[in-house]
């Protein structure tokens, strides 16, 4: 394979009128790299009908969370030769930008690296100005406290459990500030379509089209593997959040995202990096600094894990969602060439096999096997999965699946549950502590989550 000295952010271009946008990035200016987005933009657009100063200030937000969605998307591209310079045209970062950047390419490509056998220390290191400047020097973050007015909640939809539970406790309440609702999604339209019937509320559908140049070099040898997608949907939503006035963006990321998978070089391997706590104080931090000081990003679910999550799914959502979700993985792979683009469970896989764990003792025989076609505790390929979801292997694995121990809660409740007993060889002692755990959520959001837990 051909190798790269520096990978370079060309430009970006965004049309206000459409909502296309397109990044451009290069390998030595040799190799480009294009990729295309869509944005929805909501009637009365918020670049109409503003003072000449709020106007100014819209654009400047604007054009700041389009900038590091740019960069924060140029990873898909950098992980295919990693070369050892990063260049970044008509764009100087600040010093903290430099090191938000770093740090998420860093911890957000560890998977691959493990994967790869790739020593990243040292491997990252975003340019940034090394003198001091004034925040109106930085043409990177203007106007961040300028208020736009914001109002409503935007709220991200992932076809799974989670962002309906977040979705159906959201709509229950009844505080006015969070008003008016909409839901939000980066692709997968079609498949999502049943869903967002049920759900019924207003719907922005975002379009994002990776550039084929990709998928041409992964096949000539280029490196492959785990991207952090949530960093990326991180700035979409705020772009989106903008673009159409909203101002709460409430994710679904449980406490349990953030233990680890693995360790490699004293480096803590997390295949849901981009969903923990840490991630998710640092991305706030970037926005507020260099974004927007309305716009809040959080996740909804923090204080809860996996299995308290699952506990609330099936009393409050399973009945209406349960032939139109689905939490299994393989429905997004980019390479699907299936044409069949309604949501299913493989069954095969341990993403399948821990949602099995966590849904056992909370429904019957004959809702599993609706859900998932299949007697699913007798399919060896889900079996299989259970030790490494238990911790008794060499790593959990990299997929979105929860704690070991809270994995263990749940085999022991379903054995108890008496419709599980081909689980009794996995049961084990256990003490799971189900407290609410650290957050990082707006006040009133807190207390929708608390009130529901009554």
Same mark, same amino acid.
């Given at each position: 394979?051909?190798?790269?000295?520096?990978?370079?952010?060309?430009?970006?271009?965004?049309?206000?009128?459409?909502?296309?946008?397109?990044?451009?990035?290069?390998?030595?200016?040799?190799?480009?790299?294009?990729? @295309?987005?869509?944005?929805?933009? +909501?009637?009365?657009?918020?670049?109409?009908?503003?003072?000449?100063? $709020?106007?100014?200030?819209?654009?400047?937000?604007?054009?700041?969370?389009?900038?590091?969605?740019?960069?924060?998307? =140029?990873?898909?591209?950098?992980?295919?030769?990693?070369?050892?310079? !990063?260049?970044? /045209?008509?764009?100087?970062? +600040?010093?903290?930008?430099?090191?938000?950047?770093?740090?998420?390419?860093?911890?957000?490509?560890?998977?691959?690296?493990?994967?790869?056998?790739?020593?990243?220390?040292?491997?990252?290191?975003?340019?940034?100005?090394?003198?001091?400047?004034?925040?109106?020097?930085?043409?990177?973050?203007?106007?961040?406290? @300028?208020?736009?007015?914001? +109002?409503?909640?935007?709220?991200?939809?992932?076809?799974?459990?989670?962002?309906?539970?977040?979705?159906?406790?959201?709509?229950?309440?009844?505080?006015?500030?969070?008003?008016?609702?909409?839901?939000?999604?980066?692709?997968? =339209?079609?498949?999502?379509?049943?869903?967002?019937?049920?759900?019924?509320?207003?719907?922005?559908?975002?379009?994002?089209?990776?550039?084929?140049?990709?998928?041409?070099?992964?096949?000539?040898?280029?490196?492959?593997?785990?991207?952090?997608?949530?960093?990326?949907?991180?700035? $979409?939503?705020?772009?989106?959040?903008?673009?159409?006035?909203?101002?709460?963006?409430?994710?679904?990321?449980?406490?349990?995202?953030?233990?680890?998978?693995?360790?490699?070089?004293?480096?803590?391997?997390?295949?849901?990096?981009?969903?923990?706590?840490?991630?998710?104080?640092?991305?706030?931090?970037?926005?507020?600094?260099?974004?927007?000081?309305?716009?809040?990003?959080?996740?909804?679910?923090?204080?809860?894990?996996?299995?308290?999550?699952?506990?609330?799914?099936?009393?409050?959502?399973?009945?209406?969602?349960?032939?139109?979700?689905?939490?299994?993985?393989?429905?997004?792979?980019?390479?699907? $060439?299936?044409?069949?683009?309604?949501?299913?469970?493989?069954?095969?896989?341990?993403?399948?096999?821990?949602?099995?764990?966590?849904?056992?003792?909370?429904?019957?025989?004959?809702?599993?096997?609706?859900?998932?076609?299949?007697?699913?505790?007798?399919?060896?390929?889900?079996?299989?999965?259970?030790?490494?979801?238990? =911790? @008794?292997?060499?790593?959990?694995?990299?997929?979105?699946?929860?704690?070991?121990?809270?994995?263990?809660?749940?085999?022991?409740?379903?054995?108890?549950?008496?419709?599980?007993?081909?689980?009794?060889?996995? /049961?084990?002692? !256990?003490?799971?502590?189900?407290?609410?755990?650290?957050?990082?959520?707006?006040?009133?959001?807190?207390?929708?989550?608390?009130?529901?837990?009554?």
């Amino acid at each position: 394979m051909k190798t790269y000295e520096t990978f370079i952010f060309e430009d970006f271009r965004f049309d206000p009128d459409t909502g296309a946008l397109s990044l451009r990035y290069s390998l030595d200016e040799e190799l480009y790299f294009e990729e @295309q987005w869509n944005f929805p933009i +909501s009637p009365p657009s918020p670049l109409l009908n503003q003072e000449e100063e $709020s106007l100014a200030a819209f654009k400047n937000q604007l054009q700041s969370a389009i900038q590091g969605l740019w960069i924060m998307c =140029g990873i898909s591209y950098y992980k295919a030769h990693l070369p050892k310079n !990063i260049l970044i /045209k008509n764009i100087v970062l +600040s010093k903290s930008q430099a090191v938000f950047f770093d740090k998420i390419y860093l911890h957000g490509l560890g998977e691959f690296f493990y994967e790869n056998k790739i020593d990243p220390r040292g491997l990252i290191n975003f340019p940034y100005e090394k003198k001091e400047r004034n925040v109106e020097d930085n043409s990177f973050s203007p106007s961040v406290s @300028q208020s736009l007015n914001l +109002s409503g909640t935007l709220i991200p939809v992932g076809g799974g459990k989670d962002s309906l539970t977040t979705i159906e406790l959201i709509k229950k309440s009844e505080n006015l500030e969070i008003l008016p609702l909409s839901t939000w999604a980066v692709g997968h =339209g079609d498949m999502f379509g049943p869903m967002l019937e049920k759900i019924d509320l207003p719907h922005l559908q975002v379009t994002r089209k990776i550039c084929p140049n990709l998928i041409t070099e992964n096949k000539k040898g280029g490196l492959n593997g785990h991207i952090p997608i949530s960093s990326i949907l991180a700035f $979409s939503s705020v772009v989106t959040a903008l673009l159409n006035g909203k101002k709460y963006i409430p994710l679904s990321n449980e406490s349990s995202a953030n233990e680890a998978n693995v360790e490699m070089y004293g480096m803590e391997i997390n295949h849901q990096y981009s969903k923990t706590l840490e991630f998710e104080q640092n991305f706030q931090g970037y926005v507020k600094e260099n974004i927007s000081e309305e716009v809040e990003y959080f996740s909804f679910l923090r204080p809860l894990k996996e299995i308290h999550i699952a506990q609330i799914f099936c009393s409050i959502c399973f009945d209406t969602y349960r032939d139109c979700f689905s939490s299994c993985n393989r429905n997004f792979k980019i390479e699907s $060439s299936t044409t069949d683009r309604n949501m299913r469970w493989c069954g095969q896989c341990s993403k399948c096999a821990f949602v099995a764990c966590i849904f056992a003792p909370f429904l019957d025989r004959k809702q599993m096997h609706n859900l998932f076609g299949c007697e699913i505790f007798k399919q060896k390929e889900i079996l299989k999965f259970v030790p490494e979801l238990l =911790g @008794q292997t060499e790593h959990k694995p990299f997929e979105c699946v929860g704690e070991y121990d809270e994995v263990q809660y749940g085999i022991n409740a379903a054995v108890d549950s008496e419709n599980w007993p081909e689980l009794e060889c996995f /049961k084990n002692t !256990i003490n799971l502590d189900l407290a609410l755990n650290n957050h990082s959520m707006p006040e009133l959001f807190y207390t929708i989550l608390n009130n529901s837990m009554d």
